[in-house]
């Protein structure tokens, strides 16, 4: 057999057990009387081990082996637990982890030194049976005695705690046998869209009947289906109607998509010169055809906002051990869905400002006490959906950001004039987010070379979104990220300004209003106008792109939201909406920063698109 082509398949099982393991060790440290991450750890090492021996990654199977015998040697009462033993399995943790990347790319291996991490963990071990890797059983590879059933289970649909359920349930049923090929994994049991319906594989030595009692006995179990399983055979999970689709396969039908809704825009265009007929009828009809394919291929890209945050409970851990400071990470929102790539793109920034947050943000516990703070710090991933955008906040309740102190060192940098006496939250994060710019005393591993802010607010802006900052020394500081739900097709508003026209996606457009000589107002050294009762600062695309305006004191605005925040664009005309595709754009040396991107309208003619947040 050619195992070669299930190892994009291991990978991506293995990193939803190795992210399940990182949590479950993070739960366990915070309560090491608690018997439940012990088990979920044994169980996820456990399919990790099954998997790696199968697919012949030896090193990532030895290491996995010898984790085991440590998790079986502690739940049986044989081994105490103990801080070190944790930090060994963490370790473990974090050698399978560079194991099954190293497999990614075909090579086998588990971290720098797996044979000394294995030797530690059986040392660890000691004083229970460690068997030897050689010989060691596969996962469901027909060795061990018994018989192999694969097993459907329902639990009921208006139950509470649908995962609490099936967790019990497969716990209950673990001590009938070897439990193998659990689809969804465990660690997904949680997530809100858990439908109550999982799938494994058991080899065992009791009567199927004994199976249906043991899951049954959980409570709540609505259907149990049990068969006799070919020893080849493969596990059927078509009941659960999902399949694993390759990144690259997603990426290039999201591209095919986007050049139909191109097409069908053109057809639409030609067409409005047409007269009635057949020819218009499937024309408009293949229009909304292509519609629903759009819409239906977004959707598939659609991720969780848990993927992301999954990664920082062991980041925050590792980080605030390293510091030698206490925090508390809560987490919230984990459910609203963003476009993959949105969320990938994610990655860095948020990484610098919870890594700002714990370094910079947060005191030590002596000083937050002394500060009639609690000992352990506050850091809080809040995600929600405004609109068309998803907005993420990194909040501590840290020391603030003091800002006299960046106020000087933004003068003797020359970043700020002599004259400004304080800073507003706009302003201290535009000094924060010069290159180089940093308020570290000393060079450290977190932080100190001037990078992090820079690097968030330009990744953030590339995007097409926004960054916002809130501080009060003594209470924390809030970092407020808005993005765009999607890259690949957005709805725009296109704007004509001289001879070009421009899109404005509409997800940071609140209205249109008319812009004349009556109803700008005086408030500062801005125009503005006045909407709804409140001055709107404005911005003259003719005079920022310097091209001549169009005649006459009544001209559009659009009116852009970003948070809070509010600017009214000048325009020439406005041109309707399109949906549009947004192109990669690499902006020569020298453009200004208020481009965001390319697209190709409807008559064949590109179009730059508009950075709203740069604008405001």
């Known amino acids: 057999m050619d195992l070669a082509k299930y190892a994009a398949l291991f990978v991506a099982e293995s990193r939803e057990h190795l992210k399940a393991c990182n949590q479950l060790l993070i739960a366990w440290e915070r309560a090491p009387?608690?018997?439940?991450?012990?088990?979920?750890?044994?169980?996820?090492?456990?399919?990790?081990?099954?998997?790696?021996?199968?697919?012949?990654?030896?090193?990532?199977?030895?290491?996995?082996?010898?984790?085991?015998?440590?998790?079986?040697?502690i739940r049986a009462g044989r081994v105490t637990v103990r801080p070190e033993y944790l930090d060994l399995l963490f370790r473990a943790v974090d050698g399978l982890g560079e194991g099954v990347e190293a497999a990614a790319t075909g090579r086998d291996g588990a971290g720098t030194d797996a044979g000394a991490l294995a030797r530690a963990l059986e040392v660890a071990?000691?004083?229970?049976?460690?068997?030897?890797?050689?010989?060691?059983?596969?996962?469901?590879?027909?060795?061990?005695?018994?018989?192999?059933?694969?097993?459907?289970?329902?639990?009921?649909?208006?139950?509470?705690?649908?995962?609490?359920?099936?967790?019990?349930?497969?716990?209950?049923?673990?001590?009938?046998?070897?439990?193998?090929?659990?689809?969804?994994s465990a660690a997904l049991f949680e997530r809100d869209d858990f439908d109550g319906r999982f799938a494994f594989r058991l080899r065992t030595e009791a009567a199927p009947r004994e199976v249906d009692a043991a899951l049954r006995a959980a409570g709540e179990?609505?259907?149990?289906?049990?068969?006799?399983?070919?020893?080849?055979?493969?596990?059927?999970?078509?009941?659960f109607k999902?399949?694993?689709?390759?990144?690259?396969?997603?990426d290039a039908m999201t591209k095919l998509a986007g050049e139909l809704v191109v097409s069908r825009n053109r057809l639409l265009e030609l067409l409005a010169r047409a007269p009635d007929g057949e020819l218009r009828r499937t024309v408009e009809a293949l229009g909304r055809q292509v519609g629903q394919m759009q819409s239906e291929v977004l959707a598939a890209r659609m991720t969780p906002v848990a993927?992301?945050?999954?990664?920082?409970?062991?980041?925050?851990?590792?980080?605030?051990?390293?510091?030698?400071?206490?925090?508390?990470?809560?987490?919230?929102?984990?459910?609203i869905e963003a476009d993959r790539a949105v969320l990938e793109e994610l990655?860095?920034?948020?990484?610098?400002?919870?890594?700002?947050?714990?370094?910079?943000?947060?005191?030590?516990?002596?000083?937050?006490?002394?500060?009639?703070?609690?000992?352990?710090?506050?850091?809080?991933?809040?995600?929600?959906?405004?609109?068309?955008?998803?907005?993420?906040?990194?909040?501590?309740?840290?020391?603030?950001?003091?800002?006299?102190?960046?106020?000087?060192?933004?003068?003797?940098?020359?970043?700020?004039?002599?004259?400004?006496?304080t800073l507003g939250d706009?302003?201290?994060?535009?000094?924060?987010?010069?290159?180089?710019?940093?308020?570290?005393?000393?060079?450290?591993?977190?932080?100190?070379?001037?990078?992090?802010?820079?690097?968030?607010?330009?990744?953030?802006?590339?995007?097409?979104?926004?960054?916002?900052?809130?501080?009060?020394?003594?209470?924390?500081?809030?970092?407020?990220?808005?993005?765009?739900?999607?890259?690949?097709?957005?709805?725009?508003?296109?704007?004509?300004v001289g001879a070009e026209r421009y899109a404005v996606p509409l997800a940071y457009v609140a209205e249109t209003v008319d812009y004349d000589g009556g109803s700008k107002v005086d408030a500062g050294p801005r125009e503005s106008l006045l909407v709804r009762g409140r001055a709107v600062p404005t911005v003259h695309l003719a005079r920022l792109f310097d091209v001549p305006a169009a005649g006459g004191q009544r001209r559009p605005a659009v009116v852009l939201q970003l948070g809070e925040r509010r600017a009214a664009v000048v325009v020439d005309s406005l041109e309707g909406q399109q949906d549009i595709v947004v192109e990669p754009f690499v902006a020569p040396a020298g453009t200004p920063?208020?481009?965001?991107?390319?697209?190709?309208?409807?008559?064949?003619?590109?179009?730059?698109?508009?950075?709203a947040a740069a604008l405001a």
């Open 242 to 250: 999902q399949v694993r689709v390759d990144v690259a396969r997603l």
């Open 347 to 421: 990655g860095d920034p948020l990484v610098h400002l919870v890594r700002n947050a714990i370094d910079h943000g947060l005191e030590a516990p002596a000083r937050r006490v002394a500060a009639g703070k609690p000992e352990e710090g506050r850091l809080r991933l809040v995600a929600t959906r405004e609109r068309n955008s998803v907005v993420i906040r990194v909040v501590d309740d840290g020391r603030g950001i003091d800002r006299a102190r960046v106020l000087q060192q933004a003068r003797d940098a020359g970043a700020v004039d002599e004259s400004v006496q």
């Open 426 to 496: 706009d302003q201290l994060l535009r000094v924060l987010a010069r290159s180089g710019f940093s308020t570290a005393t000393a060079v450290s591993g977190v932080s100190g070379r001037g990078v992090g802010v820079d690097v968030v607010v330009t990744r953030i802006r590339a995007l097409g979104g926004s960054v916002e900052l809130s501080s009060r020394v003594g209470q924390g500081t809030e970092f407020t990220l808005r993005v765009p739900l999607t890259l690949a097709i957005v709805n725009a508003l296109l704007v004509r």
């Open 125 to 184: 071990a000691s004083g229970t049976a460690v068997r030897p890797v050689s010989g060691a059983p596969a996962q469901g590879d027909g060795s061990a005695p018994g018989t192999l059933l694969d097993v459907r289970v329902m639990v009921r649909s208006g139950a509470p705690l649908r995962g609490a359920r099936a967790t019990l349930a497969l716990r209950r049923v673990e001590a009938l046998g070897q439990l193998s090929h659990l689809v969804p």
């Open 307 to 335: 993927e992301l945050f999954d990664r920082f409970p062991r980041v925050v851990r590792d980080l605030a051990r390293d510091l030698g400071k206490r925090v508390r990470l809560d987490v919230e929102g984990g459910e």
């Open 593 to 611: 920063p208020w481009f965001g991107g390319a697209t190709i309208l409807a008559d064949g003619q590109p179009a730059l698109i508009l950075d």
């Open 33 to 73: 009387a608690a018997a439940e991450p012990v088990n979920g750890l044994f169980r996820a090492i456990h399919s990790i081990k099954g998997m790696a021996a199968t697919m012949g990654y030896t090193q990532v199977a030895d290491v996995a082996h010898h984790a085991e015998g440590l998790l079986d040697a």
């Open 221 to 239: 179990v609505a259907s149990v289906t049990i068969d006799i399983a070919a020893a080849d055979g493969v596990l059927d999970t078509a009941a």
